[in-house]
């Protein structure tokens, strides 16, 4: 115990907790931890100093200054940020519509190409060689009723359009 009290008396000790403090600007915490002392005791030593009030008010300024800082970059980080999603957003707006546009078309599709994808509900009239709506598929007007033209697919050596 008188090993404690000699060491914390010690005017080595005191003159390294200023030094600490007010010259190379540790906290307190920081001192207790380099020093292994308690943290009253290093807060007396402080407080003591005539430099005390002085420097805390310097630390209390360079702390506003630091949170001012760090708010402005908080600040342009949060701008940039929305500004990328901003631009995100924008472009996949272009793409719903430039996707809309292409699935929405008003052109009509050729009779051929319609066929082609609907085979199946159309018969082979060998006749007049043109590919007739199933008479129990009920269509709208703009679906082709007879396709004329077509080759009966197993006659690959002709000219003419294959469905």
Known sequence: MRKIEHK???RGTKDKIIELF?????R?????KRLK?????????IQKDSRYIQEKEARKQDNKEKQK??????????????KQEKQAYQMLLIQINNDNKFLSTKRKAS?????KCNRSAYDY???TSDLVLKDEINAGYNVAKRVSNIVNPDMIKSNKIYV
Do not use: C, V, W
């Open 8 to 10: 914390l008396d010690s």
């Open 22 to 26: 007010f010259e190379k600007h540790l």
């Open 28 to 32: 307190p915490t920081e001192i207790a």
């Open 37 to 45: 002392i308690g943290m009253p005791y290093i807060t007396k030593i």
């Open 69 to 82: 800082t760090q708010k402005r970059i908080y600040a342009q980080n949060k701008r940039e940020k929305e």
């Open 111 to 115: 009779d051929i190409k319609y066929t």
């Open 125 to 127: 009239d060998k006749n």
